[in-house]
């Protein structure tokens, strides 16, 4: 799906009693979105049904915190984590997200389904604002992709093992 890569910096924002649900098969392809998910982001059921979940994933996401999030998925573990989207037309939209693990009935992983809710903006802004800045300028501060990623990965790493805890630990204590 091509999509014009503008951004407006204008956030958009739900309900605080609004779920935001996806569901994704194990490539991350939208199996799943409810109608929340399709009035935030702007796009439609047939447009986005079918489409990496990375359609929405905003620039200013660090590369890093996905890459956590899918490792952990993957190994079968939940998540929750804070990210940034973006919505078709350039807006942005932060969550607060759980992402687990889908499991068929001999428990092996059939898919990945998301449940978002509406950040806590005091933590948004204290904590995960200036940790998001940090990553993406280490990111930035290498021209090859990958390993820009892997500096801040290095990064988040070597911040969470200073202070004795893993990511999720990380953002529950938040």
Not at 8 to 19: I, S, V
Request: proline fraction near 3%.
């Amino acid at each position: 799906m091509a999509r014009d890569t503008s951004l407006t910096g204008k956030e958009q924002f739900f309900k605080e009693n609004e779920l935001i649900v996806s569901k994704t098969n194990l490539k991350g392809h939208i199996t799943y979105c409810n109608q929340v998910f399709l009035k935030i982001s702007g796009y439609s059921e047939k447009e986005i049904l079918g489409q990496p979940h990375s359609v929405i994933r905003h620039p200013e996401m660090p590369r890093c915190v996905f890459d956590i999030l899918w490792e952990t998925v993957q190994n079968g573990h939940e998540i929750f984590a804070y990210v940034v989207n973006r919505c078709k037309n350039g807006d942005h939209y932060w969550v607060n997200a759980h992402v687990t693990p889908s499991r068929d009935k001999t428990g092996s992983i059939i898919g990945y389904h998301s449940n978002r809710r509406v950040p806590d903006r005091d933590i948004l802004e204290k904590s995960i604002l200036p940790l998001y800045q940090k990553l993406n300028d280490t990111e930035r501060s290498h021209t090859n992709r990958k390993t820009g990623m892997q500096a801040s990965r290095q990064l988040l790493d070597d911040t969470l093992q200073s202070q004795g805890m893993r990511y999720d630990e990380f953002i529950a204590r938040l």
